[in-house]
């Protein structure tokens, strides 16, 4: 499911080929089963994916991989945190902040990270439902509201 979740997410013509209402259920499986035959994923994804192209429902595959990985991690007594950053974070800070983490929440942190240069620094962590914004863009438009109050 990673290998599937990592070619969804890296491949903008695959993403906008389950996203498109266009293309024939057929095509798609077709497409697919090439795809999962030069990966090598195994024949009972195959067959799930062919299962939602054939109920026209495979524009809704990252969001099940996603729910998929968050049950994973709630029945392995894990916690997913999607860490966003202004660049990429070395070991050392990764570690720092997952120990940081896994004391917030009581359980074992599964880092997702993502970079996203409009942030500009610091960071942004969701944490099942919590969220929490230690980005520069965050707390300057913290900074813009306060002064519009205050105005």
Excluded: H, Y
């Excluded at 997952?98 to 004391?103: G, S």
């Excluded at 610091?122 to 914004?133: E, P, Q, S």
């Amino acid at each position: 499911m990673r290998d599937l979740q990592k070619m969804l997410e890296s491949s903008g013509d695959l993403k906008r080929a389950i996203a498109s209402r266009i293309l024939d259920k057929n095509e798609v499986e077709k497409a697919f089963e090439v795809l999962f035959k030069e990966a090598g994923f195994d024949d009972l994804t195959g067959k799930f994916i062919k299962v939602l192209s054939q109920n026209r429902r495979i524009d809704i595959l990252p969001e099940i991989i996603k729910a998929f990985f968050e049950l994973l991690a709630e029945k392995n007594g894990e916690i997913n945190a999607e860490v966003t950053t202004a660049a990429a974070m070395t070991k050392e800070e990764n570690a720092k902040l997952a120990n940081i983490l896994t004391k917030i929440s009581g359980k074992k942190v599964r880092m997702l990270e993502k970079q996203d240069a409009k942030i500009l620094g610091g960071f942004k962590v969701k944490l099942g439902a919590r969220m929490l914004d230690a980005s520069i863009a965050g707390k300057l438009e913290r900074l813009r509201v306060e002064l519009e109050k205050s105005a």
